[in-house]
T-cell receptor, first 112, second 114 residues
């Protein structure tokens, strides 16, 4: 089945700086890659996603890039703000009949 | 539009008991998936239901089961609870459409097994 690795596990950045979180996947048939933000006591919130026929997608301060050849994808957050502090998860939907396979998460800390 | 709702939000059970968790998807969504979230294993896929049929299943023992009703509401059941079943159980619903993969999560049910 699919396996997703996510790095780093913790990321601390100064407010206003950029943050980058990286994930790799194993199943070359995976075709859908969402990113979720989870705040304390809440369920994961879908913030952006990308499909395998697209290399990059942007939504205001958030962007995701996908390199199918290398089987990795990244989340980029620019001009970070205190409300960006949360745990971020990447995920991949494999070519089989499984649900989403998630990375272990990145705890993003925005330092004032 | 209301989001995914899950009840109850918190639950404490004793080893050996069974538990039923409920999920109401976003209006119009017919696919419901369940995930288990623990600090050690992270988010793991349990199963997916569509039109009252289990479409996919993750790698969990048969003690974990689910069902979906004609109104798309779903329940999951865990029998003979073990301490290791303590987790946040998340439900997610997906909009209709061929090739639609987006999943929108509810707040979860925090299950504690003592």
């Amino acid at each position: 089945g699919e396996n997703v690795e996510q790095h780093p596990s913790t990321l601390s950045v100064q407010e206003g700086d950029s943050a980058v979180i990286k994930c790799t996947y194993s199943d070359s048939a995976s075709n859908y890659f969402p990113w979720y933000k989870q705040e304390l006591g809440k369920g994961p919130q879908l913030i952006i996603d990308i499909r395998s026929n697209v290399g990059e997608k942007k939504d205001q301060r958030i962007a995701v890039t996908l390199n199918k050849t290398a089987k990795h994808f990244s989340l980029h957050i620019t001009e970070t703000q205190p409300e960006d502090s949360a745990v971020y998860f990447c995920a991949a939907k494999g070519g089989g009949a499984d649900g989403l396979t998630f990375g272990k998460g990145t705890h993003l800390i925005i330092q004032p | 539009k209301a989001g995914v709702t899950q009840t109850p939000r918190y639950l404490i059970k004793t080893r050996g008991q069974q538990v039923t968790l409920s999920c109401s998807p976003i209006s119009g969504h017919r696919s419901v998936s369940w995930y288990q979230q623990t600090p050690g294993q992270g988010l793991q896929f349990l199963f997916e239901y569509f039109s009252e049929t289990q479409r996919n299943k993750g790698n969990f023992p048969g003690r974990f089961s689910g069902r979906q009703f004609s109104n798309s509401r779903s329940e999951m059941n865990v029998s003979t609870l073990e301490l290791g079943d303590s987790a946040l159980y998340l439900c997610a619903s997906s909009p209709p459409g061929q090739g639609t993969h987006e999943q929108y999560f509810g707040p979860g049910t925090r299950l504690t097994v003592t």
